[in-house]
């Protein structure tokens, strides 16, 4: 196994999902874990991670000398060379020109981290790696036994190699995939230098969480708030695992779900995995305190708190409690770091059950915290959980309260949640069609995009039906297709799909007599209407 040594950059975790792609099992502690510790560790090599700070002065992180005298390899990373270098002789100056994002790195093929890894070659025959660079300071003078393994024009010591000690330390950060090759060096660090084998997988990965939750918590009492979405469900499951009935699920159902969902949720986790889950019907609560408001941040806002509210009255009754559980993965805990950024503006205020409040006196347990959407999925499914729910489009935390304009009513939730599930079964029901020729697989429409539902708008409009007037509300299709949900483009969803589509809601949900299709990008519009 590698060990990580975190010295505070944001990527740090990046790191450790490398190595495990690698498939090589990883962990992350903090730098200032003890000589013992390091000693004791078992790691086939060590990993220094970049940081916020400058070794240039006096009281910042420097990594346990053992690290140094463990007789493994180590690869020092942005801030993890610059202490590398200093701990070992080296200088390191404080940097006049900071350098961030993209930049093409010499790479010397001598050493073993690089031989016959780089994106192109220059005319005079020099290897060249496209990498992702940002630091202010860097290394001028390298410490004895070292040799030249990377430079820019910026930056002449952007890598240095001792690899007699195997020691080996980069100005650029391979873990970010801006860097091209990122994954084959981390490789070669894990593979060649380190010697591991690619062993690591999720069965392996869930019974170190499970061993890890039961240590964490002993023979305590832990609640998690349950919304049917992938990562508390995913949560739920790990957890129970782990604990089985030690763990309470509180799954509020605040009547703005998708059609079916609540008896779903109760299905699979009381009826079919055996998890102990206290279903709460808040639908009049909520739509009470949502009588008469119609702007959405209101709304929202009112959505977030009523939640909490609900779940401190629930929790509340289980006395012997000690832990709240939150599906928390990775991306929330960078987005969380961010927050707070002077000059950024709320677009909107997002709300989940991942929220609530420490007001709750219960210690944290986070068991995704170090996870990436796709291997939570990959998690989901090892745990016995349903392809089709673990592979979910995401559904916002205020459900469809965002997606009824306006004022919302239980009538027209009742009526968008027939809508929705019509189009969700036809993007199920319908195959893409991959050009011929092209290598792209045949999938269905709602694989094919990223986030697809029906929005209900509150106008009336005219249409006729048989020989009757009618004059009914209108519903719009979204679908969209996105990497990151920050940026979407609209899904070019077949006409003949969209037609059938529009022709069931009509005929099949009375109260709707005309459907439109949303053909905006994000930006400007965003995905989700409110
Ligand atoms: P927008 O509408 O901002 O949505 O383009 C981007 C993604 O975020 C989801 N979303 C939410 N998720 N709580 C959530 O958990 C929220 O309050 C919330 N608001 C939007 C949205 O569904 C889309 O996937």
């Known amino acids: 196994k590698i060990l990580i040594l975190d010295f505070g950059s ?32 078992g790691a086939a090599g060590i990993i220094l991670s970049g940081g916020p700070n400058s070794v240039t002065e006096g009281d910042t992180p420097r990594a346990p000398m ?28 404080n940097g006049h020109v ?54 820019t024009d910026n930056c002449p010591i952007a890598g240095m190699a001792d690899e007699e000690r195997r020691f080996y330390a980069v100005q650029f950060h391979p873990e970010v995939t801006h860097t091209v090759q990122g994954e084959a060096i981390i490789g070669r660090f894990v593979h060649e230098i380190c010697g591991c084998k690619s062993d690591w997988n999720m069965p392996d990965y869930i019974s170190e969480a499970v061993e890890s939750i039961r240590q964490q918590v002993g023979s305590d009492e832990v609640i998690l708030g349950l919304s049917g979405g992938v990562d508390s469900s995913v949560a739920a499951a790990l957890i129970h695992r782990a604990i089985g009935d030690q763990l309470t699920c509180v799954f509020v159902d605040h009547g703005l779900l998708r059609l079916d969902e609540g008896k779903m949720v109760m299905d699979m986790f009381s009826k079919n995995l055996g998890v102990k889950v206290i279903h709460v ?9 949502l009588a008469g408001v119609t702007d959405p941040e209101a709304k929202r806002k009112i959505i977030g708190r009523e939640f909490v509210e609900v779940f401190q009255v629930e929790s509340a009754k289980l006395k012997n409690a000690k832990w709240l559980a939150q599906g928390t993965i990775y991306p929330d805990v960078i ?6 950024k002077k000059g950024s503006h709320t677009i909107k205020s997002h709300h989940n ?12 347990l986070e068991p995704l915290r170090e996870l990436f959407k796709d291997e939570v999925r990959k998690l989901g499914v090892a745990l016995g959980l349903p392809h089709s729910m673990v592979y979910r489009h995401p559904f916002p935390g205020p459900g469809l309260g965002v997606r009824i304009l306006g004022e919302v009513k239980k ?29 792209e697989k045949a999938m269905s429409w709602y694989d094919a995009t990223s986030q697809a539902f029906a929005v209900f708008l509150p106008v009336k409009s005219v249409g006729v039906m048989g020989d009757g007037r009618t004059y ?20 070019h969803l077949p006409h003949s799909l969209l037609g059938k589509v529009s022709n069931r809601i009509i005929n099949e949900v009375r109260g709707i007599n005309r459907v439109v299709y949303d053909i905006s990008g994000k930006p400007p519009a965003t995905i989700e209407w409110e």
């Open 411 to 439: 009538e027209f939730a009742d009526l968008l949640r027939r809508a929705d599930a019509i189009f969700i079964e036809e993007l199920r029901n319908t195959q893409t069609e991959p050009a011929p020729g092209s290598n």
């Open 353 to 364: 059950v991942g929220g609530l409040p420490d007001t709750l006196n219960l210690k944290l």
């Open 66 to 93: 053992a690290v140094f005298e463990a007789g493994v390899p180590v690869l020092g990373i942005c801030y993890g060379m610059q202490t590398m270098a200093e701990q070992l002789g080296g200088k390191v100056e």
């Open 281 to 289: 019907d808040a639908t009049a609560q909520f739509m009470g305190h």
């Open 10 to 41: 944001q990527v740090t975790q990046l790191i450790a999902r490398r190595v495990r792609d690698a498939g090589v099992f990883s962990e992350v502690h903090p730098y200032d874990v003890d000589d013992e510790f390091i000693r004791n560790y």
């Open 98 to 151: 900071r350098e961030f994002g993209y930049a093409e790195v010499r790479a010397r093929g001598h050493t073993a981290l690089f031989k016959d890894i780089n994106d192109f070659t220059t005319a005079e025959g020099h290897g060249m790696l496209k990498v992702w660079m940002s630091h202010g300071d860097k290394v001028n003078e390298m410490p004895a036994g070292f040799k030249l393994m990377a430079s």
């Open 335 to 340: 987005e969380s770091a961010g927050k707070g």
């Open 472 to 491: 009914e509300y209108v519903v719009a299709l979204r679908a969209v297709q996105t990497q990151d949900f920050m940026t979407a483009h609209w899904a």
